[in-house]
RNA sequence: CGGGCGGUAGCUUAGCCCGGUAAAGCGCCUGGUUUGGGACCAGGAGAUCGCGAGUUCGAAUCUCGCCCGCCCGACCA
């Protein structure tokens, strides 16, 4: 059924159509995922945004523990003359950095920064647990706060103080550590397209868009509704920049001391801004079923007391046989169920349920899904069973969907005349011939209003001209352009 | 950080220009009637008008400073 204007402006989420960052915004509060708080470019993750996080990390964690990653927690505060070691790592932080000062009343000898990322504290720490190259590889992750003092900021997407996971990983050989990289940007892959059904692109970042101190960044890229892209994921390889700064060596086989190689990789609360970038619409949130807090939301209906009691009952078994396979709600809530269905709704929960009278009667439930609304019966005692399946099911729609909106705002400019008219007449992903020189890149970020090469992907199908489509000098790579949170 | 706009009950806003101690809808509470897509009727609670100072007999309203948000710019692993 149609949803009227009148019911909209009472719901107060802004039509996607009408302003995409009003939308967003409208959907996160109203979700309750999140909300601004007190203090200039931070918020407050509520209960549904951090049942969210708990999933992310859940998963995440799991991977990497597989792979022998171990948990740390590192200080929150790093002294000033070790933040400084590493030139170009401080370059591009410095001006972002909160300081402390003061402790008490007394001024510090030497002020401390609040960890911006942990790089310089990790690598000041862990270079004493390492001595020899059986040390190695020494695997660290943190979960972790960090802040950064954003001049502009957006709930999830950039915040002054945010939520994340920062891997810090010390090997023994280039090959070692490089291939850390690369396989944590796989995991990463699979948190986006497994878990939270964005497709991605994974790839080679640009000079431009690499981390201050790094020798390389790669990331997976994701494209939102509004055809803009969200680097949802990074994975750093540092060579021996930062061992050389904070002089994190080991004894290798041959006797001799060495230098390190490092990493850093880290995915954050921004991927929850993602999602529902990549899933909502106007009714509000559409949950990725594998991270969603409530799979599946009973709305029990009845006419009194009596009835109350017998859809009690008639629920008792099914969630009995609910319990530990999917995760669910009975709303029991004093209120009509038109009114449970758009709670639920808002909140992007991927299954309703309906239990009344009628099913109680035919020992039946009816099922309902957030993206189509149809209405589908459903015998009780398989339940289960098919919620199950319906759920993978879901996801695999979900992901398809996405999938196709990607593909629909792709395109593959050969000139630089379409280039421009893909740039200047809407928003999308554009794959191109690149000469991966700076100064073309930065030339087209000024002109296209803000396009910038999101990366280099790792796999390119198809051929492209061998002139780059801005600057038409040889082309040495193929990358993805498009505009980005 | 520069330019513009805004902040009034939990939410969305009116009132501000032209000063006289705050209003509506939604939400909330109580009772009744209802309940398969955001119900209805009646009653009720709820606001130091973002914070602080100033002008004035009197400030939501005028002035100044600060805080928070939005838009544009600069900035942004």
């Given at each position: 059924?149609?949803?009227?204007?009148?019911?909209?402006?009472?719901?107060?989420?802004?039509?996607?159509s009408?302003?995409?960052?009003?939308w967003?915004?409208?959907?996160?509060?109203?979700?309750?995922?999140?909300?601004?708080?007190?203090?200039?470019?931070?918020?407050?993750?509520?209960?549904?945004?951090?049942?969210?996080?708990?999933?992310?990390?859940?998963?995440?964690?799991?991977?990497?523990?597989?792979?022998?990653?171990?948990?740390?927690?590192?200080?929150?505060?790093i002294?000033?003359?070790?933040?400084?070691?590493e030139?170009?790592?401080?370059?591009?932080?410095?001006?972002?950095?909160?300081?402390?000062?003061?402790?008490?009343?007394e001024?510090?000898?030497?002020?401390?920064?609040?960890?911006?990322?942990?790089?310089?504290?990790?690598?000041?720490?862990?270079?004493?647990?390492?001595q020899?190259?059986?040390?190695?590889?020494?695997?660290?992750?943190?979960?972790?706060?960090?802040?950064?003092?954003?001049?502009?900021?957006?709930?999830?997407?950039?915040?002054?103080?945010?939520?994340?996971?920062?891997?810090?990983?010390?090997?023994?050989?280039?090959?070692?550590?490089?291939?850390?990289?690369?396989?944590?940007?796989?995991?990463?892959?699979e948190?986006?397209?497994?878990?939270?059904?964005?497709?991605?692109?994974p790839?080679?970042?640009?000079?431009?868009?690499?981390?201050?101190?790094?020798q390389?960044?790669?990331?997976?890229?994701?494209?939102?509704r509004?055809?803009?892209?969200?680097?949802?994921?990074?994975?750093?390889?540092?060579?021996q920049?930062?061992?050389?700064?904070?002089?994190?060596?080991?004894?290798?086989?041959?006797?001799?001391?060495?230098?390190?190689?490092?990493?850093?990789?880290?995915?954050?609360?921004?991927?929850?801004?993602?999602?529902?970038?990549?899933?909502?619409?106007?009714?509000?949130?559409?949950?990725?079923?594998?991270?969603?807090?409530?799979?599946?939301?009973?709305?029990?209906?009845?006419?009194?007391?009596?009835?109350?009691?017998s859809?009690?009952r008639?629920?008792?078994?099914?969630?009995?046989?609910?319990?530990?396979?999917?995760?669910?709600?009975?709303?029991?809530?004093?209120?009509?169920?038109?009114?449970?269905?758009a709670?639920?709704e808002?909140?992007?929960?991927?299954?309703?349920?309906?239990?009344?009278?009628?099913?109680?009667?035919?020992?039946?439930?009816?099922?309902?899904?957030?993206?189509?609304?149809?209405?589908?019966?459903?015998?009780?005692?398989?339940?289960?069973d098919?919620?199950?399946?319906?759920?993978?099911?879901?996801?695999?729609?979900?992901?398809?969907?996405?999938?196709?909106?990607?593909?629909?705002?792709?395109?593959?400019?050969?000139?630089?005349?379409?280039?421009?008219?893909?740039?200047?007449?809407?928003?999308?992903?554009?794959?191109?011939a690149?000469?991966?020189?700076?100064?073309?890149?930065?030339?087209l970020?000024?002109?296209?209003?803000?396009?910038?090469?999101?990366?280099?992907?790792?796999?390119?199908?198809?051929?492209?001209p061998?002139?780059?489509v801005?600057?038409?000098?040889?082309?040495?790579?193929?990358?993805?352009?498009?505009?980005?949170?």
């Amino acid at each position: 059924m149609a949803v009227s204007e009148e019911q909209d402006y009472v719901k107060h989420i802004t039509k996607m159509s009408v302003d995409f960052d009003k939308w967003y915004t409208d959907v996160v509060r109203k979700a309750e995922l999140a909300d601004y708080a007190p203090i200039a470019g931070t918020m407050v993750l509520r209960p549904l945004g951090t049942a969210t996080w708990d999933a992310i990390r859940r998963a995440f964690d799991d991977l990497i523990a597989e792979s022998g990653h171990e948990n740390w927690i590192f200080p929150l505060l790093i002294p000033e003359d070790v933040f400084m070691k590493e030139a170009e790592h401080v370059e591009g932080f410095a001006p972002e950095v909160a300081w402390v000062t003061r402790g008490g009343k007394e001024e510090l000898a030497v002020p401390l920064v609040v960890r911006p990322t942990s790089e310089t504290i990790i690598g000041t720490i862990v270079r004493k647990y390492i001595q020899s190259h059986r040390d190695l590889p020494l695997l660290t992750n943190q979960w972790a706060n960090v802040v950064r003092w954003e001049m502009r900021t957006r709930l999830f997407l950039r915040s002054r103080e945010f939520y994340w996971q920062e891997g810090h990983t010390f090997h023994a050989t280039p090959e070692d550590a490089q291939s850390e990289v690369l396989q944590i940007l796989d995991n990463y892959r699979e948190i986006a397209e497994d878990w939270l059904a964005v497709p991605v692109i994974p790839g080679r970042k640009t000079e431009v868009e690499k981390f201050a101190g790094a020798q390389f960044t790669n990331s997976i890229e994701g494209m939102m509704r509004d055809g803009l892209a969200l680097q949802m994921g990074t994975s750093h390889y540092f060579g021996q920049n930062f061992s050389t700064a904070y002089d994190i060596g080991f004894t290798n086989r041959e006797n001799r001391r060495e230098l390190c190689y490092t990493t850093s990789w880290g995915i954050s609360w921004r991927l929850i801004g993602g999602l529902v970038m990549a899933h909502g619409d106007d009714s509000g949130l559409v949950m990725p079923p594998r991270v969603a807090p409530v799979q599946a939301a009973i709305v029990p209906i009845f006419r009194d007391e009596e009835g109350r009691e017998s859809v009690s009952r008639f629920l008792t078994p099914i969630t009995a046989a609910l319990k530990g396979r999917v995760r669910h709600r009975v709303d029991w809530r004093d209120s009509r169920p038109g009114d449970k269905y758009a709670h639920w709704e808002v909140r992007g929960v991927p299954f309703r349920i309906e239990a009344g009278p009628r099913d109680v009667e035919a020992g039946q439930v009816v099922l309902v899904d957030r993206l189509s609304r149809e209405k589908r019966p459903v015998p009780a005692a398989r339940l289960a069973d098919r919620l199950v399946d319906e759920l993978k099911a879901y996801h695999e729609a979900l992901f398809e969907r996405a999938r196709r909106f990607h593909a629909e705002h792709t395109t593959h400019p050969q000139t630089k005349q379409e280039f421009r008219d893909f740039f200047e007449n809407g928003n999308g992903f554009a794959w191109a011939a690149f000469c991966d020189r700076t100064e073309c890149e930065l030339e087209l970020k000024d002109q296209l209003g803000g396009v910038t090469a999101r990366n280099k992907p790792f796999k390119v199908d198809g051929d492209f001209p061998d002139r780059c489509v801005w600057c038409e000098r040889a082309a040495t790579t193929v990358a993805v352009f498009a505009r980005a949170y």
